[in-house]
């Protein structure tokens, strides 16, 4: 633990600063803003940058900064930041525990650690940035959101990309844990499976416990996260060097070794896939919903529009014809409409702002009986931000965009909470 108990975070990819507010809180004098820090945590840097760098782009960075203070979050390209550091013309405070959201992206190696300029991954991948920043800070943890395909991907060499990042991990002395969590799955307001993957240095104060038991109980996610055993585990070998892994794993199998639930210690790891434990209270979409006074009209759906909402929601099998004139059946279920409101919601995507009939938006009948799209304040409070987090003079389209690359705050919360009492 650092000096004064206090843990210190590295925020990277730091969008409106959903691993901020849920480790440190957010307190704010004369405001309603109000959420509870996950403990004795401090952000001390983030880094957040929209390519390709246009002011138009950089929303997310204005509302992080419009929350939590001007000069709070560095708006540079994370890859400049780092080669500045590398050159000593910048610098990165000293930090504890690294957090971040990062895309799923191919994460191949294009040349191993023994050349001369050390392992080199494809160009304007975030992964290697990560990697950096470990490599160059060496945190005591690391802690970081992913869509759950990445344990899946690339389709030509299943869960290689995910078997990478475990390999580099390795390969700088961290063991690892991963975990896909459904926000639902444990009472919050949105269906949503993100992979979590926690890794510390295996010099840290660490349990001594098995690999699986790690995983199903004694881990940081399992602690935080209760699941039971719903598969046998197997064992997966890794290799320390990222680029044989990148030439070699996964090739020609038809499914990914890795299941949902995992950890990793020098190279070998189990994984297994598993259930939910939890019998706690249970949001649903209609506890977000705004008063029928504070929807602006355009939200509402004008009744002449409902047919293209139905068919767009609804089932299909008809018969489609391709730009090249090739003729095929297209086929797709369908999609509840309106959303119902004694349920968690589906998934908010970035494409959720904007009038135009969609089949991935949310619509719902609200208490006036109107059928409408979610406000923003909703999209807000579906990812547990406090409602209006997100109103810092950007636009309801930015708004939407913020929040469907967003995470839900009470996960990463929890595990605040769990990684606190553990470094106490």
């Given at each position: 633990?650092?000096?004064?108990?206090?843990?210190?975070?590295?925020?990277?990819?730091?969008?409106?600063?959903?691993?901020?507010?849920?480790?440190?809180?957010?307190?704010?004098?004369?405001?309603?803003?109000?959420?509870?820090?996950?403990?004795?945590?401090?952000?001390?840097?983030?880094?957040?940058?929209?390519?390709?760098?246009?002011?138009?782009?950089?929303?997310?960075?204005r509302c992080y900064e419009a929350r939590f203070g001007q000069g709070s979050c560095v708006n540079r390209s994370i890859s400049e930041v780092l080669d500045s550091c590398e050159a000593?013309?910048?610098?990165?405070?000293?930090?504890?525990?690294?957090?971040?959201?990062?895309?799923?992206?191919?994460?191949?190696?294009?040349?191993?650690?023994?050349?001369?300029?050390?392992?080199?991954?494809?160009?304007?991948?975030?992964?290697?940035?990560?990697?950096?920043?470990?490599?160059?800070?060496?945190?005591?943890?690391?802690?970081?959101?992913?869509?759950?395909?990445?344990?899946?991907?690339?389709?030509?060499?299943?869960?290689?990309?995910?078997?990478?990042?475990?390999?580099?991990?390795?390969?700088?002395?961290?063991?690892?844990?991963?975990?896909?969590?459904?926000?639902?799955?444990?009472?919050?307001?949105?269906?949503?499976?993100?992979?979590?993957?926690?890794?510390?240095?295996?010099?840290?104060?660490?349990?001594?416990?098995?690999?699986?038991?790690?995983?199903?109980?004694?881990?940081?996610?399992?602690?935080?996260?209760?699941?039971?055993?719903?598969s046998p585990a197997h064992r997966v070998s890794v290799s320390p060097d990222p680029y044989q892994v990148s030439q070699d794993f996964g090739k020609g199998a038809k499914v990914s070794?890795?299941?949902?639930?995992?950890?990793?210690?020098?190279?070998?790891?189990?994984?297994?896939?598993?259930?939910?434990?939890?019998?706690?209270?249970?949001?649903?979409?209609?506890?977000?919903?705004s008063p029928a006074d504070e929807v602006p009209p355009a939200f509402l759906i004008d009744p002449s529009v409902r047919p293209r909402w139905v068919y767009l929601k609804g089932a299909?099998?008809?018969?489609?014809?391709?730009?090249?004139?090739?003729?095929?059946?297209?086929?797709?279920?369908?999609?509840?409409?309106?959303?119902?409101?004694?349920?968690?919601?589906?998934?908010?995507?970035?494409?959720?702002?904007?009038?135009?009939?969609?089949?991935?938006?949310?619509?719902?009948?609200?208490?006036?009986?109107?059928?409408?799209?979610?406000?923003?304040?909703?999209?807000?409070?579906?990812?547990?931000?406090?409602?209006?987090?997100?109103?810092?003079?950007?636009?309801?389209?930015?708004?939407?965009?913020?929040?469907?690359?967003?995470?839900?705050?009470?996960?990463?919360?929890?595990?605040?909470?769990?990684?606190?009492?553990?470094?106490?």
């Amino acid at each position: 633990m650092s000096q004064h108990s206090t843990i210190r975070v590295a925020e990277m990819f730091a969008g409106v600063g959903g691993f901020r507010l849920a480790l440190d809180g957010y307190e704010s004098l004369g405001h309603p803003l109000h959420s509870p820090a996950a403990g004795p945590f401090r952000t001390v840097w983030a880094n957040q940058w929209e390519p390709p760098g246009t002011a138009s782009k950089q929303f997310a960075w204005r509302c992080y900064e419009a929350r939590f203070g001007q000069g709070s979050c560095v708006n540079r390209s994370i890859s400049e930041v780092l080669d500045s550091c590398e050159a000593k013309t910048a610098a990165v405070p000293d930090f504890d525990l690294l957090v971040g959201g990062f895309p799923c992206q191919d994460y191949s190696v294009a040349k191993p650690r023994g050349a001369a300029t050390g392992i080199e991954g494809k160009k304007g991948v975030l992964w290697w940035d990560i990697l950096r920043m470990i490599a160059m800070k060496r945190p005591r943890a690391v802690l970081l959101e992913n869509v759950d395909r990445l344990l899946k991907s690339p389709a030509s060499q299943r869960g290689r990309d995910f078997a990478i990042i475990l390999s580099c991990l390795a390969a700088e002395g961290y063991q690892a844990e991963w975990r896909v969590i459904n926000a639902a799955d444990y009472g919050m307001p949105q269906r949503r499976r993100r992979v979590f993957l926690y890794a510390e240095r295996v010099d840290a104060p660490a349990v001594a416990d098995d690999l699986l038991q790690r995983a199903l109980s004694t881990g940081v996610l399992a602690a935080s996260f209760p699941v039971q055993a719903a598969s046998p585990a197997h064992r997966v070998s890794v290799s320390p060097d990222p680029y044989q892994v990148s030439q070699d794993f996964g090739k020609g199998a038809k499914v990914s070794p890795w299941l949902d639930a995992g950890a990793m210690r020098a190279g070998t790891a189990v994984t297994v896939k598993t259930t939910p434990c939890y019998d706690g209270p249970r949001a649903v979409l209609g506890d977000v919903l705004s008063p029928a006074d504070e929807v602006p009209p355009a939200f509402l759906i004008d009744p002449s529009v409902r047919p293209r909402w139905v068919y767009l929601k609804g089932a299909k099998s008809e018969q489609r014809t391709s730009a090249n004139g090739f003729s095929y059946r297209y086929t797709e279920g369908g999609v509840a409409f309106p959303d119902p409101l004694d349920r968690p919601a589906r998934t908010i995507l970035t494409s959720e702002g904007g009038v135009s009939a969609s089949r991935t938006k949310h619509a719902v009948v609200d208490g006036a009986g109107r059928l409408r799209r979610l406000v923003p304040d909703e999209l807000d409070q579906l990812q547990m931000f406090p409602k209006g987090w997100t109103d810092v003079g950007i636009s309801d389209g930015q708004r939407a965009f913020c929040m469907g690359n967003a995470l839900v705050v009470g996960i990463p919360h929890r595990i605040g909470r769990t990684i606190a009492q553990r470094w106490r």
